[in-house]
């Protein structure tokens, strides 16, 4: 196992240490499981009660919190504790596979241009006039098309199947068992059956996106599906063909996305979302989880659907009571309900009248 | 790359050419990304004005919108459009993996029996006693357990799972990444812990049925679970033990169907649908998008559920809204009302009766 | 194909034949599927009349349906005939795949441990100083990496992949196409960008727990990811970075659980549940199918989400009357009735006084 000195981890993060420089740190550890030779980070003063109680040997706190714990451990004073822990976690991360060079059992397609320091595991089938850019890590069992292009950095697990013409740019992960570039659900209905309508376009990723495990990715009809630079997408999302989505999007595990729908930059959707196709979401949209969206968003802003949870039997009531809304519908009851206050308040002004009388 | 002449083209989709029938056509493209050598298709009136802006060199319209355009460019006159269109696809379809024959690499069971013109890629596994009809394709590192019958020209992407005795019709197409047959989640609680039950079933699938990349289909328990012709399903579907799909049934990504439920022919299933266990749907069901079925559904039609999309502070007042439905039904306060309209017109008609004295 | 005598059957679910202890069995089957020679069962007296109709050479029956069998076919009383259905398909299940010994294909890191009588399948990969323990049974294709521990009695299906330092218990089920140990979906917003955190946790998965297909169960940021003993997963289900899972929790398809939230055990999840991120859901709670939980649960019980489904029409209706529960809370209605109602009294009062004067 590596360990660093605390002054090489204290450039990493341009922090300041409030003691000794030399110490050696083993490992970055949580509050509750870090030891007398781990680091951990506090992030902000919520957890003040948690870093008090820890035996970490160095704690990266804000300005704030330097004099509160300077008198227990080591402390590494930083802007953002929790960019510093961000950060960090590179410097500790052990390689996910310990593998180098080109295995012998790869498959590689004579006219398939491999660059260089690329890492290929076993079994691993690339196709013909396919690219893989410098510095390329690509784990056992991958099978990569015909006339694929692959940035360099690209991080590609197990499992993955990426289709004919798919193109990657840089610094790209994709996560095991995902399918990039597979045919999108293109039928068109005739004589009560469905015909299949082969997908002509393709999957367009740009620079540093991540992609989680068992996603699935369609190619495009005619026109291509397009993931801009810098989009993170978590695992089991189903990404429609020709959907678009927009620089620095970040999309929750589960959600769906279907045909041709555009998704603008910087949004952040919700996990388990079900988005319709054919509609178009503007920046800076966000989504709570299983929102349900079927007409296009144009105003950027935080939107939710759904209606919570109930123990069971109050949740039956609710459903009563919404079923109940279809034969009568709020509107109307206030309406009503505004008619009789008229009235009432004829009927309480004429016995006032008769009263003076 | 492959061009065709525009009499070819016309041919296949029985249409009329109002132009030069040897035009030389390079690709087909939607109305936006077409060059002049291409060729793309007017859905509709809706489209005209992307249809007069397009650079298309030849565009298949349906007769009503001929004299419109055929001052611009080749028209190719068709009934459908959209279905020439479709047809269209697969003539200019790439093949989606080059490769041809048998891989040296693919581990084939001896009993094994495979059909004539199948490709097979490397690290392919086919087990003891299966047969692969003739014309198929199965792409790198399938896995396809013993005593499994596929049909003739089948279609399997890379890293499917197909487990012992699955049955598959012809004309099948399974994308990549799916288990086919494996264990159903048949579990028995017995002192509080889950005991396991083999799944004795299988998967039976019938001809000309397409299945999506990330699908599982589970195996039935004693029975089989059953996929009829013609059925086609999107990506990341859950198909639970002893399931039955109707023929030409269509259901959309991200749906799952509890066990035992059975689902009538021509359904159309929308995406992310929840439909319990043990119930039955008759045919020609529409489910739209998120629906959640808790009920057999024994009539024809459009079903849906959930409540839509607000902005998140809106979507606040409603919850508690639906919340407040539990102590107040609806229909209670409707009552409510028309007792206090009954007790109103008692005292209009007394006032009425007193001011006449 | 293996077939049992009865008298063999009798002592494995220690029940009483009522007949021919020698009856050969060929196979267990549904009612509706069995033939002369085989056995089926009846789970309760809602299924004596398919019980009736069956043509099983013996049924499995509580005592209270004996009498009204045993004149039909052999009868084998026992306590529970669905546990003893659930432990006879144990007998007669089919192996899924032959294939013995280590395949000559498969690629073994000289520093791992494979213990007694494991079984790999074809191109399997296994990393450095990774330990299965005996009598596992590992699919072709799968990859398991570096410094995995897996106990004894392991079933793990084609194309899973597990990750680096995953610890798995005995007697544990993966099915096909899972991912285990990847990458939590770890961000840090910075400037705009989502930057990556390196995620060094590991998950960690006690005895005896079943893992469906198609599943996601991510690595932890620090912490692990931890799933206890005897949880049982179907398929399709996203396990997010540090999430516990108490023992003999049960999760149906679809299912996504957040980030860090903590369940108890002895819980049942329904499928297609979205479950929050840094939640504590308590032991022995119950959750129906499309559940949202966005609350820590801390008392046991059934809950539930949803609004069911409605024919399209009546849909909108009622969609429309939520909608208007956001302008008019149910709550201010009902005050609104009850002063209505006050005044209506007070006139009612006054008129009645005014009568008798």
Redesign the interface.
Known sequence: MVSFNLADICRHVQGTVHGDTEFIVE????L??AGVQDISFVNGEKYLDQAKASRAGVLIVSSDLVDQLKDQCIVLEVKSP??A???L??L???????QQGI?N?A?IHPTATIGQNVTI???V?I??DTQIGDNSII???V?I??HVKIGHSAYI???V?I???TEIGDYV?I?????IG??G????P?Q?????????GKVRIGN?V?I?????I?RG???DTVIDD?V?I???V?V?HNVQIGS?T?I???T?I?GSTKIGA?CIIG??C?I?GHLEITDHVH?????????S?DKS????????????L??????????????????K??K??NL??N??EK??L??HTDTKD
Chains 1, 2, 3 share one sequence.
Not at 314 to 331: D, Y
């Open positions: 490992q970055l550890k949580s509750e499981q929790y960019l822990f961000a950060i976690t590179h500790f991360a052990k390689p996910p596979y310990n295995a059992t498959k595991g076993d079994f089938v196709g013909e784990h056992p069992s099978f098309a015909d697990e197990s499992h199947t289709s004919e013409g992960r996560h095991a068992n995902t399918s597979g045919e659900f293109g039928f068109a005739y009560e059956q469905w015909h299949r309508i082969a997908q002509l540093k991540r989680g495990s068992n996603c699935s369609d009809a005619l026109d810098g993170i978590d695992n089991l189903q429609a620095h970040a929750a595990a589960k769906g279907a910087h996990g388990a079900g319709a989504l709570t989880g299983m929102s349900m969206v079927t007409k968003i802003g935080l939107y939710s659907s759904g209606t919570g949870l109930f123990d069971n109050n949740w039956r009531k609710a459903v009563i009571g919404f079923r109940q809304l279809t034969e009568t519908p709020i509107n009851l206030v009503q309900l009789l206050q009235r009432i009927l309480e004429e016995k």
